[in-house]
């Protein structure tokens, strides 16, 4: 668990993963059992440990405000959820998250990718011109190769050819140029809402970043399925709990964007359940409100919570307002805000307000959530 600090809220709050237990999985799993520790993608004879390569999601404080405008009205209408989904999402190419050494003929040690420019936080998306759907591709491209190979990469928006020179070994009888990457993550979040007009759907509240980088994953692909709750860590002050499941094999929705508000896509299916409006942020008040969300497996149940601080201004925020569960009910289940329950729709006076996002470390009881009208704009967006 990663604690993240600014200078208005110093060592105050944690962010809520969506990855609290990491899935190792094929690309077409009958059930996926949720567990500590992520398969790690190995290149080019670096040794891997899986359990050094987790995911986390980012904090909101970098991204512009102009991003996404905030145009909820009391007309506009969605179907709030707090299922409990499994995410799986797949990057588009792959993400460079760090370099090791291999070993030329003359003994030299040294990384030819890092030599050649590339570097951690780079998107790799073809090599020799071939498109690079996940780490295989790009293995199968390099260890095939004559030890000339221009990688095409996106370091944030600028595209760049980077050609490298790779090493041949007689161990794997094949090429290396020494990289690490990553294709892919997987978890557990909450279902914020359909949007009954679009068919789409909101989750998480936050983005999906990667562990070693902190940049925010591109979605290429992916899945939600809803997931099945099979016990919860309680959280105690100073270390949050999460929640353990399997997911179920069928998919739910697709994954379209991977964003700082949340993840977002189709919903393949709508509940045949009451929408509710999204509330401006000048609606929400101080005072009694719900969070709705699933913690024992029997579906989402509406649990009281305290909004007592909100903050207008913060448009695009993970931190937009502060609340307290009052909830004996779900404080005795979980002991506070666990891990999982990021993307939990939070009502008050009939209307969708927001969704949970962080907790608060010195007292799980407390966290942050994030406006409805922001998510609910990044579902107009994706039509």
């Not at 040794?47 to 050094?52: I, L």
């Not at 990057?91 to 291999?102: D, F, M, N």
């Not at 990021?342 to 927001?354: C, E, M, R, T, Y």
Request: charged share 20%; proline share 3%.
């Amino acid at each position: 668990m990663v604690i993240k600090t600014k200078k208005s809220f110093k060592k105050s709050f944690i962010l809520l993963p969506l990855i609290l237990f990491l899935a190792i999985y094929n690309s077409n799993p009958e059930k996926i059992t949720i567990f500590e520790g992520q398969k790690s993608n190995m290149l080019l004879g670096i040794s891997a440990k899986a359990d050094n390569y987790k995911t986390k999601n980012a904090l909101f404080d970098s991204f512009a405000n102009s991003a996404v405008s905030t145009a909820a009205t009391a007309k506009t209408y969605v179907i709030p959820s707090g299922e409990a989904i499994g995410v799986k999402l797949y990057t588009a190419g792959v993400l460079v998250i760090g370099s090791g050494s291999v070993t030329d003929k003359n003994g030299k040690t040294f990384s030819p990718a890092k030599k050649a420019g590339i570097l951690a936080g780079d998107r790799i998306v073809a090599a020799n011109g071939e498109p690079i759907s996940d780490s295989d591709s790009l293995k199968k491209v390099i260890a095939g190769g004559n030890g000339h190979i221009t990688l095409s990469v996106m370091r944030g928006d600028t595209a760049l050819k980077l050609p490298v020179d790779a090493v041949y070994s007689e161990d794997t009888n094949s090429y290396l140029i020494g990289l690490w990457v990553r294709d892919s993550a997987a978890g557990i979040g909450t279902l914020t809402f359909y949007n009954p007009q679009n068919s789409t759907y909101a989750a998480l509240g936050h983005g999906i970043c990667d562990y070693d980088t902190d940049l925010l994953m591109t979605a290429g692909d992916g899945s939600i399925n809803f997931c099945k709750i099979k016990s919860v860590q309680k959280s105690e002050n100073g270390s949050p709990g999460e929640i353990l499941g399997e997911f179920s094999a069928k998919n739910e929705g697709n994954i379209l964007v991977n964003s700082e508000v949340g993840i977002y896509g189709d919903a393949f299916s709508l509940p045949d359940t009451a929408p509710v409006p999204v509330a401006s942020r000048f609606e929400i008040k101080e005072g009694q409100a719900e969070i709705l969300c699933d913690v024992d497996g029997q579906g989402p149940k509406a649990y009281n919570i305290e909004i007592t601080r909100i903050s207008t201004s913060a448009k695009l925020s993970g931190k937009s307002f502060v609340f307290k569960i009052t909830d004996s009910d779900l404080l005795e289940k979980t002991g506070g805000i666990v891990q999982g329950m990021s993307g939990s729709p939070v009502l008050q006076n009939g209307k969708l307000i927001g969704a949970v996002t962080h907790v608060f470390v010195n007292d799980a009881s407390k966290g942050y959530g994030i406006f409805a009208e922001n998510m609910l704009d990044m579902t107009d967006i994706l039509k």
